[in-house]
Protein backbone atom coordinates (compact mmCIF):
# COMPACT_ATOMS: atom_id res chain seq x y z
CA UNK A 1 0.00 0.00 0.00
CA UNK A 2 1.40 3.29 -1.27
CA UNK A 3 1.83 5.59 1.73
CA UNK A 4 3.48 9.37 2.54
CA UNK A 5 3.77 10.28 6.33
CA UNK A 6 4.86 14.05 6.87
CA UNK A 7 6.06 14.71 10.26
CA UNK A 8 8.51 17.56 11.80
CA UNK A 9 5.90 20.29 11.68
CA UNK A 10 5.52 22.79 14.81
CA UNK A 11 5.76 26.12 16.52
CA UNK A 12 8.73 28.00 15.89
CA UNK A 13 9.73 31.60 16.26
CA UNK A 14 10.54 33.48 13.73
CA UNK A 15 14.50 33.38 12.19
CA UNK A 16 13.64 29.51 13.35
CA UNK A 17 14.44 26.40 11.46
CA UNK A 18 12.35 23.05 11.53
CA UNK A 19 12.98 19.88 9.50
CA UNK A 20 9.82 18.54 7.79
CA UNK A 21 9.91 14.66 7.03
CA UNK A 22 8.25 12.45 4.24
CA UNK A 23 8.82 8.69 4.67
CA UNK A 24 7.19 6.89 1.87
CA UNK A 25 6.12 3.19 2.51
CA UNK A 26 4.93 1.12 -1.04
CA UNK A 27 6.82 2.29 -3.04
CA UNK A 28 10.96 3.86 -3.88
CA UNK A 29 10.44 7.20 -3.60
CA UNK A 30 13.63 7.96 -5.67
CA UNK A 31 11.98 6.72 -9.08
CA UNK A 32 9.95 9.63 -8.89
CA UNK A 33 9.74 13.27 -8.69
CA UNK A 34 8.51 14.43 -4.83
CA UNK A 35 6.79 17.73 -4.24
CA UNK A 36 6.42 19.91 -1.42
CA UNK A 37 3.35 22.12 -0.89
CA UNK A 38 1.65 24.29 1.40
CA UNK A 39 -1.95 25.07 1.86
CA UNK A 40 -3.62 27.96 4.52
CA UNK A 41 -6.98 27.53 4.96
CA UNK A 42 -9.74 28.54 2.34
CA UNK A 43 -6.60 28.70 -0.20
CA UNK A 44 -5.37 26.79 -3.05
CA UNK A 45 -2.15 24.57 -2.87
CA UNK A 46 1.03 25.74 -3.42
CA UNK A 47 4.18 24.36 -4.64
CA UNK A 48 7.34 25.01 -2.68
CA UNK A 49 9.94 22.57 -3.62
CA UNK A 50 10.58 19.28 -5.73
CA UNK A 51 13.28 16.63 -6.27
CA UNK A 52 13.68 14.55 -9.27
CA UNK A 53 14.74 11.30 -9.40
CA UNK A 54 17.64 12.56 -11.23
CA UNK A 55 18.75 14.24 -8.21
CA UNK A 56 17.74 17.44 -9.45
CA UNK A 57 16.27 20.23 -7.01
CA UNK A 58 13.82 23.01 -7.46
CA UNK A 59 11.98 25.87 -5.35
CA UNK A 60 9.59 28.72 -5.69
CA UNK A 61 11.32 32.08 -4.80
CA UNK A 62 9.65 32.70 -2.25
CA UNK A 63 11.82 30.31 -0.46
CA UNK A 64 14.95 30.23 -1.99
CA UNK A 65 17.80 30.34 -0.19
CA UNK A 66 15.36 29.22 2.76
CA UNK A 67 14.50 25.97 2.22
CA UNK A 68 16.85 22.93 1.20
CA UNK A 69 14.88 20.08 -0.29
CA UNK A 70 16.87 16.13 0.19
CA UNK A 71 16.50 13.01 -0.08
CA UNK A 72 17.46 9.63 2.00
CA UNK A 73 17.71 6.68 -0.23
CA UNK A 74 18.28 4.29 2.34
CA UNK A 75 15.14 5.72 4.67
CA UNK A 76 13.26 6.11 1.11
CA UNK A 77 12.47 10.00 2.96
CA UNK A 78 12.46 13.15 1.23
CA UNK A 79 13.58 16.27 3.66
CA UNK A 80 12.59 20.23 3.68
CA UNK A 81 14.82 22.05 5.97
CA UNK A 82 13.58 25.29 6.50
CA UNK A 83 15.29 28.10 8.03
CA UNK A 84 14.92 31.16 8.41
CA UNK A 85 11.17 31.16 8.62
CA UNK A 86 9.00 33.83 8.91
CA UNK A 87 5.62 34.10 9.57
CA UNK A 88 4.04 33.93 6.28
CA UNK A 89 5.59 30.49 6.18
CA UNK A 90 3.23 29.12 8.44
CA UNK A 91 0.73 26.81 6.55
CA UNK A 92 0.49 23.08 6.86
CA UNK A 93 2.77 21.32 4.23
CA UNK A 94 1.75 18.34 2.52
CA UNK A 95 4.35 16.12 0.54
CA UNK A 96 3.35 14.31 -2.67
CA UNK A 97 4.79 11.97 -5.49
CA UNK A 98 4.25 12.24 -8.73
CA UNK A 99 4.33 9.65 -11.91
CA UNK A 100 4.55 12.20 -14.81
CA UNK A 101 8.55 12.06 -14.62
CA UNK A 102 8.88 15.62 -15.24
CA UNK A 103 11.78 17.45 -13.73
CA UNK A 104 10.13 20.28 -12.19
CA UNK A 105 6.57 20.42 -11.00
CA UNK A 106 4.76 22.91 -8.99
CA UNK A 107 0.81 22.36 -9.35
CA UNK A 108 -0.85 20.05 -7.55
CA UNK A 109 -2.54 18.49 -10.24
CA UNK A 110 0.10 17.09 -11.17
CA UNK A 111 0.64 14.64 -8.39
CA UNK A 112 -1.08 11.03 -7.58
CA UNK A 113 -0.25 10.50 -4.18
CA UNK A 114 -0.46 13.21 -0.52
CA UNK A 115 0.60 12.46 2.61
CA UNK A 116 -1.76 14.04 5.50
CA UNK A 117 -0.01 16.70 6.15
CA UNK A 118 2.19 19.05 9.34
CA UNK A 119 1.20 22.07 10.39
CA UNK A 120 3.91 24.46 10.52
CA UNK A 121 3.28 27.70 12.41
CA UNK A 122 6.12 30.55 12.76
CA UNK A 123 5.13 32.91 15.52
CA UNK A 124 6.80 34.96 18.12
Known amino acids: QLQLVESGGGLVQPGGSLRLSCAAS????????IGWFRQAPGKEREGVSC???????HYVDSVKGRFTISRDNNKNTVYLQMNSLKPEDTYVYYC??????????????????WGQGTQVTVSS
Open 96 to 113: AVSSLGRESMFEAWEYDY
Open 26 to 33: GFTLSYYT
Open 51 to 57: ISSSGGT
